[in-house]
């Protein structure tokens, strides 16, 4: 393959973004519409139960204009916001794509979370309906009452009392749609995100984004037209949402999804069984395949050619095992929920083991100070994207100031600290606003204090990244106990569990040091990299 000449396709970029556009129409019915690709396979599914379901872009079509047909049935309409609060099935494409249609707005939504997230995210985007399963349903049915908004709760799956049996209206609905003439610049869908203070903040995406994301696929992902891409991640998560869903039908790939846990020795089965090209993951699970003894000689894995990783730093010796062993480099790419990722290693691009690569074609990006000013190379700097990407956010859903506050003249700041080398690949640092990345997901350290400060033996503690040789970074807790309490491995376990059950899981802190106080500024704010560099100095990254 001849080598990718970066230069020349950064200058060629040309951004054609119309004036009307709908994504729902752009990702299925475009390809249903086309006797060539009607009939070919969008989506391949797979449950942990052994369970399979296969939908063409026909299909597809049919089934997301039913859906789109039952929110019309139940009052919603252009602009309204629905919560989908689903596991990795079919009908959370279905639901996307028939809101998207109707000009309705999907908000995705972790399983994970707990009434009281689920009530902030409900209130705060004034959702008039939610989707869930009976199995998901029990933390709505907790908080529905003080959501005044939400009219139907809508369930895939057995119903009780009021709630909408979605199989019943879909049998029901019409497969032929009218779909609302959305303009590229309408409201699309929502991913609310964490900041370090405060509560999440709902990222407001246009019906563009899917367009403005072609780089990604384009020199990211490097699609081919009859590849199978799969990734290992939720779909409620905005990563697999775009690369493993959106983007991936942009471009008319067909998709593998998997309903279960991640386990590595399950997804090497799968990844043979589906014949998988493309696989996306993050660096905790690449590292979690790693620990599979001699996978690349018991897998049928031949049709893999291609592997991208992100959530969090990719760390080299992985880049390199992952070479040695199955001959493929892994592209490593920086993103966030307000961009997905938009700079990252392409393919035909020399690999740095560590680095982030380039701004991918379309994207400009610097290194800047918090004045804007673009920074010399070796210097770190805010990582920072130019403010009419089309794939950028709109802005942060009611919350006006938050948005003012990450935008500095032409630029939107990431957050991320990263500095740029002499050959222009850009090296993450860190982030300069507290916030944790761990195993693939961004998490709030305020969150996390939130949870373990509620348990009654805790008088006030500090969440901060830690590293770890398998998760790259785990949450780590340093906690002072109230007068009384004794520091035991029991109030450890008794924490962590306390966490679990008050905040999604995914955020407990896997590790707690009791201390007598927290470092502190003058004003009472906890210092929170004084301990995360007192991690770095412990627990230095073990090699794989």
């Not at 794509?97 to 985007?125: C, Q, T, W």
């Not at 640092?429 to 373990?452: C, N, Q, T, W």
């Not at 006030?460 to 340093?478: C, H, L, M, N, Y």
Request: overall charge neutral.
């Amino acid at each position: 393959m001849a080598a990718y000449d970066w230069e020349k396709e950064f200058k060629a970029w040309k951004w054609n973004v119309p004036e009307h556009f709908n994504m729902g129409y752009d990702c299925c019915d475009k390809w249903a519409d086309d006797p060539k690709t009607a009939n070919k396979t969008c989506l391949m599914w797979e449950s942990e139960k052994g369970d399979t379901r296969k939908f063409t872009f026909a299909e597809m079509k049919a089934a997301s204009n039913r859906f789109g047909n039952v929110l019309r049935k139940l009052g919603v309409k252009k602009g309204d916001r629905f919560l989908i609060r689903l596991p990795n099935v079919p009908e959370f494409q279905m639901a996307v794509l028939g809101g998207f249609k109707i000009g309705a707005v999907p908000i995705p939504s972790s399983m994970m979370f707990k009434d009281h997230e689920i009530e902030y995210r409900l209130n705060d985007s004034d959702a008039v309906a939610v989707l869930t399963s009976p199995e998901a349903v029990g933390e709505v049915d907790k908080i529905i009452a003080n959501c005044p908004s939400v009219k139907n709760v809508i369930i895939v799956g057995k119903t009780k009392g009021d709630e909408v049996d979605l199989e019943k209206e879909m049998k029901a609905a019409s497969d032929k749609l009218t779909i609302e003439k959305t303009k590229s610049t309408d409201i699309a869908f929502f991913c609310y995100t964490s900041g370090t203070t405060g509560n999440p903040k709902g990222a407001v995406h246009e019906h563009r984004w899917g367009m403005g994301n072609d780089p990604n696929a384009l020199f990211w992902q490097a699609y081919q037209k009859d590849d199978i891409f799969a990734h290992t991640g939720d779909l409620n998560w905005i990563f697999p949402f775009g690369n493993g869903f959106i983007y991936a039908w942009r471009h008319g790939i067909t998709t593998l999804v998997y309903q279960g846990r991640f386990d590595p020795a399950k997804w090497y089965s799968l990844m043979a069984k589906y014949k998988v090209t493309n696989l996306a993951s993050v660096p905790t699970c690449y590292r979690m395949f790693l620990t599979v003894k001699d996978a690349e000689k018991t897998y049928d894995l031949k049709a893999l050619r291609h592997c991208i990783s992100a959530g969090e730093p990719l760390n080299p010796e992985v880049v390199v095992e992952w070479k040695r062993r199955f001959g493929i480099d892994i592209l490593d790419g920086i993103g966030m929920t307000e961009i997905m990722v938009y700079l990252s290693n392409q393919k035909g691009m020399p690999i740095k083991p560590g680095s982030c690569g380039r701004p991918q074609p379309g994207h400009i990006c610097a290194v800047v100070d918090d004045k804007g000013t673009p920074q010399p190379v070796g210097q770190e700097g805010n990582l920072a994207v130019k403010r009419d990407d089309p794939s950028l956010f709109r802005e942060y859903w009611k919350k006006p100031e938050k948005t003012t506050e990450c935008f500095v003249g032409e630029w939107f700041l990431s957050g991320d600290t990263l500095r740029i080398d002499e050959d222009g690949y850009f090296w993450f640092a860190g982030r300069g606003d507290d916030l944790i990345k761990a195993s693939g997901y961004r998490i709030s350290p305020f969150e996390v204090e939130s949870a373990v400060n509620s348990h009654p033996a805790v008088l006030e503690s500090a969440a901060v990244a830690s590293p770890d040789p398998i998760r790259g970074t785990i949450v780590k807790s340093f906690v002072v106990l109230r007068e009384g309490q004794k520091p035991s491995d029991k109030l450890v376990e008794d924490i962590q569990d306390h966490v679990k059950k008050v905040s999604a899981a995914y955020k407990y802190p896997r590790e707690i040091e009791f201390v007598s106080s927290l470092p502190k500024t003058q004003s009472g704010k906890t210092k929170r990299k004084v301990l995360r560099e007192q991690e770095k100095d412990r627990k230095q990254p073990k090699k794989l």
